[in-house]
C-alpha cells in the first residue's frame, strides 16, 4: 500500500491518490500526525505497514519561513524511522512542495547519508520573483525507480505550478549529483534542448527538475506528473498521459516486477 502524507495546506493529494486508484493499487491518505504520535492513538499510523510514502504539492504550513520547511521540520520527530525506511528499499517521493519537503528534511539528495541534518540544497525563489504554472518540457536523463518506464532521453510535457523551485547546490553536491546520475530531470524547450527562460521556468542549476538519493529510491521532482495522468489534460494531443508511466513506475518496483 501506497501512504500519501498530507497535513494543512496541502492540495494536491487527491490527484496522487486517484493516479493510483485508476491503476487499482492501494492507496491511502494519511496525515502526518498519525506517523508522529500526535494524533489520537486509535488513528495512529505505522510508515513500516507502507511500501512507499508520497509526499504532495501544495503550500504545507502556508510556506512560510520557506516552502516544505514546516512539513520537514514536523517529520524530523520520525527520522530514524524515515532512515530505516529508505535502508529497507521502500520508496518515499515527493512533488513539487513535497519535493521541497524532502530537500528541508535532509532524504535528498542522499549523497553523505541516507538522511542529513541540515539541508543540502535549497529550490528558492524563481528568477522571475513570481508563481509559474503552465505545462513545460522535461527531458528524461536518468532512471529512477520512479521514472523506469520512460526511455532515456525522452521528452515529457509535464504542468508546473510554483513560486519556489530554484534548485541551488554547492558545487560539491551538484558534481556528485552528475557524477551519480542522480539527476533525472531537467527543463527543455520543446526541441529537447536546454534553454534559459522560460523553457526553464525557475533559473534552476543546469536547469535540474527532479532528482534521486544514490539508491533511487528517494525521488522530488517539481514539475506534477499527476496532473498529465490521463491524456486529456495535455495542452497538445496525446494518446496517453505524461505522467501515467511515473505511477506505473511506483507500482512496478513496489511490487517487484522484472
Not at 521532482?221 to 496532473?227: I, L, T, V
Request: charged letters at 25%.
Amino acid at each position: 500500500m501506497i501512504a500519501i502524507l498530507r497535513m494543512e495546506g496541502t492540495n494536491n493529494e487527491d490527484d496522487i491518490y486517484n493516479a493510483f486508484a485508476a491503476l487499482k493499487y492501494p492507496v491511502e491518505m494519511v496525515h502526518l500526525k498519525q506517523f508522529t504520535g500526535e494524533a489520537k492513538k486509535e488513528l495512529q499510523k505505522n510508515i513500516f505497514d507502507y511500501e512507499g510514502i508520497m509526499i504532495p504539492g501544495g503550500f504545507s504550513a502556508g510556506d512560510y519561513i520557506r516552502a516544505g520547511a514546516i512539513f520537514g521540520a514536523r517529520l524530523k520527530k520520525i527520522n530514524g524511522e524515515l532512515k530505516e525506511f529508505v535502508k529497507e528499499g521502500r520508496l518515499i517521493g515527493g512533488i513539487c512542495n513535497g519535493f521541497q519537503v524532502l530537500t528541508e528534511l535532509g532524504l535528498l539528495p542522499g549523497i553523505d547519508d541516507v538522511i542529513v541534518s541540515k539541508p543540502q540544497i535549497s529550490l528558492a525563489v524563481n528568477d522571475s520573483a513570481r508563481f509559474e504554472c503552465r505545462h513545460i518540457f522535461l527531458k528524461h536523463e536518468n532512471k529512477c525507480f520512479f521514472t523506469e518506464k520512460y526511455e532515456k532521453n525522452e521528452i515529457l510535457q509535464v504542468p508546473i505550478a510554483h513560486a519556489e523551485g530554484k534548485l541551488i547546490t554547492s558545487k560539491r553536491i551538484l558534481e556528485e549529483l552528475k557524477e551519480n546520475k542522480q539527476i533525472i530531470f531537467r527543463y527543455v524547450n520543446r526541441a529537447g534542448n536546454y534553454a534559459g527562460y522560460p523553457s526553464n521556468p525557475n533559473g534552476s542549476m543546469e536547469n535540474i527538475a527532479g532528482i534521486s538519493n544514490l539508491e533511487g529510491n528517494v525521488f522530488g521532482m517539481m514539475p506534477h506528473p499527476e496532473r498529465v495522468f490521463y491524456p486529456y489534460l495535455h495542452q497538445e494531443r496525446r494518446k496517453v498521459g505524461d505522467g501515467r508511466r511515473f505511477f506505473e513506475s511506483i507500482i512496478k518496483y513496489v511490487r517487484r516486477e522484472v
